[in-house]
């Protein structure tokens, strides 16, 4: 009986998986960083040189946009 090839192993991922992983990774970050600049009070965005408008505007981008 002849061994079947396997296509895709974990230890060499194909590019279209890598571009997927990366993508999904890309959005994760936007999101729970976005999340996380709504939640900064105003002396934090002063500290990091951002204001309220622009922190609302960053947030309120949707995940998948840059």
Same mark, same amino acid.
């Given at each position: 009986?002849?061994?079947?090839t396997?296509?895709?192993q974990?230890?060499?991922?194909?590019p279209? !998986?890598? %571009?997927? *992983?990366n993508t999904?990774? *890309?959005w994760? %970050?936007n999101f729970?960083?976005? %999340?996380e600049?709504r %939640?900064l009070?105003?002396h934090q965005?002063? /500290? $990091?040189g $951002? /204001?309220?408008?622009?922190?609302e505007?960053?947030?309120? *981008?949707? !995940?998948?946009?840059d």
């Open positions: 009986m002849e061994a079947k396997c296509y895709w974990a230890t060499d991922p194909s279209v !998986f890598l %571009r997927v *992983k999904l990774d *890309k994760n %970050r729970l960083t976005r %999340r600049l %939640r009070e105003d965005l002063d /500290d $990091i $951002i /204001d309220r408008l622009d922190a505007r960053e947030a309120g *981008k949707p !995940f998948w946009q």
